[in-house]
């Protein structure tokens, strides 16, 4: 076993360095004539293509021209469900009546709306609710809680960064109070001179943000005692060599749309916000750490400051604009002698691998939600990227927003001192390109996405990064789990028991000397008691597995890493038949 346990970790390491050569390899899908059949892209893998060939068609594609597919949204009746939406968002009747999409009633529509105003009912996101709007393209993803707030998205990514932590180097370290309070101590001793960003859980609109610069700062009083902490909040390391526009910190808010899971298809708007501090920048001292406007970019922030400046009416031109379009900065970055194509294909590259990291945590979700209908989910989901570009041109994801501002006003200041609202015109513009060509795409299938429009190409507004193609450099390891929790679950997904678990432990190569059949029960009923939970969840097994590797393989391995003892467990387990295990076809 541990020969055959050296050779499946040199296949391994050989497999990283062939995926990081071809790590901008495009691959063929494989044709499936099948219209409601999703891509079985996970099972189908096609051979990467020789290394001259890709450099062939990198070179080839810098001499044409962008390949875009444009379509006319009047040329599509479609008609938009908002029978769910508490408030209509002016927005989404101001596309229905440019286009003369139709509204829907009760369950009928091609496309369900989901928007901001409702988040709380989307939140309970249920299997009643996902059958009775089965025939819509529903604008949320289930798991979309996920990512809702601060907390779980940097659960995720700490999980994922503990795997993969070359990859995963672009989330600021983030640590959630009171929970990590020991460890961000600790690590604050460490770092000298090194401040952070608080900012609560849920909070809104950039309220009660403040900078961390001396331990007493997270603490109601002078006393460091845990019961004195500011609790529900998330403290994020600050960057401190921010790239500046116009002498000032900024950071992008982009639209990146995910419109499968499995197989995932994504695609990243060319249009997009600038958002800027409203004072010119200076490194962090105690003098200026307090002025929310020179370190902050929040623009619930800025926009209160007597520095504000409104857009120009031609906005897609450089201008000083407090608040601008994605194609302006760009404009003025390249004035600046900034590299915009390689920082373009940077900032593509990361939200790939987050896209790739945090997919697997919604797909689990989605199936919990669908059960055995969950292939024919057709939810769609446009999530907000807060991204902030340090000196080097490396992009920090600094915020994911699951429900991104579709707000199109804003407040001006009259020359008597009042105040009246208006409509912007570049949030207008922006955010209707955003959610209009959303629409478009999303009621196609995914096979249909992946033939008519293809990776690199654009459609309209958004341009397809992500063609439903296996993940690179191993990062498929968790959809693998997914299926492994899914294969023990049975016929009600989400309800792993402990008899089900415990199979595992008749596969003999995942039993050993330091880990009998008994071990499981123990594993088990540990994490289990942890979470309070009667079943054992998606985190919860990954927990569990995680043990089981480390019992397995840790002392006998000379090159353990939890990554690699994880993923011979999973393969492991997947090649060996589950015995009495019915398939998942009904719901319970």
């Known amino acids: ?26 691959t063929e899908v494989p044709n499936n004539s099948q219209r409601q059949m999703r891509v079985k892209s996970f099972e189908e893998k096609p051979a990467n293509k020789p290394l001259n060939l890709i450099f062939q068609m990198l070179l080839q594609k810098k001499t044409q021209k962008r390949q875009q597919i444009k379509v006319d949204p009047k040329s599509i009746p479609l008609s938009i469900n908002l029978s769910v939406q508490v408030q209509e968002l002016p927005i989404i009747r101001k596309i229905m009546d440019k286009n003369e999409w139709k509204k829907a009633h009760n369950f009928d529509g091609d496309i369900l709306w989901c928007g901001p105003d409702n988040v709380q009912q ?29 907390k779980e998205t940097t659960s995720i990514m700490a999980k994922m960064r503990q ?19 020991h460890e961000f101590i600790e690590d604050f001793e460490k770092k000298d001179g090194i401040s952070y960003i608080a900012k609560p859980d849920k909070g809104t609109q950039g309220q009660g943000i403040f900078i961390v610069s001396q331990i007493e700062d997270l603490f109601n009083n002078s006393v460091k005692d845990i019961s004195y902490i500011k609790k529900n909040y998330i403290i994020q390391e600050y960057i401190s060599n921010p790239l500046l526009l116009d002498d000032k910190k900024f950071d992008f808010r982009l639209y990146v749309l995910i419109t499968s899971l499995k197989p995932l298809i994504a695609y990243i708007n060319e249009e997009g916000l600038a958002r800027l501090c409203t004072e010119n920048y200076q490194d962090i001292t105690s003098s200026n750490l307090s002025n929310v406007y020179m370190h902050l970019t929040n623009y619930s922030l800025n926009k209160n400051s007597q520095n504000f ?12 604009g407090t608040k601008r379009t994605y194609t302006s900065a760009k404009k003025t970055l390249m004035k600046m002698g900034i590299d915009v194509p390689k920082l373009k294909l940077r900032i593509e590259q990361t939200i790939v691998r987050f896209l790739y990291g945090i997919a697997p945590f919604l797909l689990n979700s989605t199936r919990e939600i669908y059960q055995d209908k969950w292939e024919k ?59 209009e060509d959303a629409f478009i795409i999303a009621i196609k299938t995914p096979q249909e996405q992946i033939e008519q429009i ?14 439903g193609q296996p993940p690179i450099e191993n990062l498929d390891l968790f959809y693998k789990l997914v299926d492994l929790y899914s294969n023990l679950c049975g016929l009600r997904y989400g309800n792993l028991n402990q008899m089900r678990f415990c199979r595992l ?84």
């Open 163 to 181: 795997y993969f932590p070359s990859i995963y180097n672009f989330y600021p370290k983030t640590y959630t109070m009171p929970e990590d309070l």
């Open 122 to 150: 989307a939140k309970q996101f249920t299997y009643d609710f996902a059958m009775v709007f089965m025939n819509l393209c529903i604008s949320r993803i289930p798991g979309a809680k996920l990512i809702s707030t601060k």
């Open 1 to 26: 076993m541990l020969q055959f346990l050296n050779s499946d970790f040199q296949q391994f390491t050989q497999q990283d360095k062939q995926d990081k050569q071809d790590e901008n390899t495009e």
């Open 454 to 467: 293809g990776k690199g190409k654009y459609c309209n507004s958004y341009k397809m990064i992500i063609d």
């Open 377 to 435: 989910a057709n939810c769609f989901h446009v999530i907000g990227f807060d991204i902030l570009i340090d000196r080097d041109l490396k992009p920090w994801i600094i915020e994911i927003n699951a429900n991104p501002s579709l707000e199109i006003t804003q407040v001006i200041q009259n020359s008597n001192g009042s105040k009246r609202v208006e409509t912007s015109s570049l949030d207008a513009y922006v955010k209707t390109k955003v959610i």
């Open 505 to 588: 432990a008749n596969n003999p190569q995942l039993i050993n000397e330091l880990l009998i059949k008994s071990d499981y029960d123990l594993i088990y009923k540990k994490i289990q008691l942890k979470s309070l939970q009667p079943d054992l969840n998606f985190v919860g097994f990954l927990e569990a597995i995680e043990s089981i590797s480390e019992k397995l393989l840790k002392r006998k391995a000379s090159n353990y890493t939890l990554q690699k003892a994880v993923t011979y467990v999973v393969n492991m387990a997947l090649k060996a038949p589950q015995q009495n295990q019915r398939p998942l076809t009904a719901k319970r």
């Open 309 to 320: 400046i409104i857009h120009p009416p031609d906005f897609q031109k450089i201008n000083l």
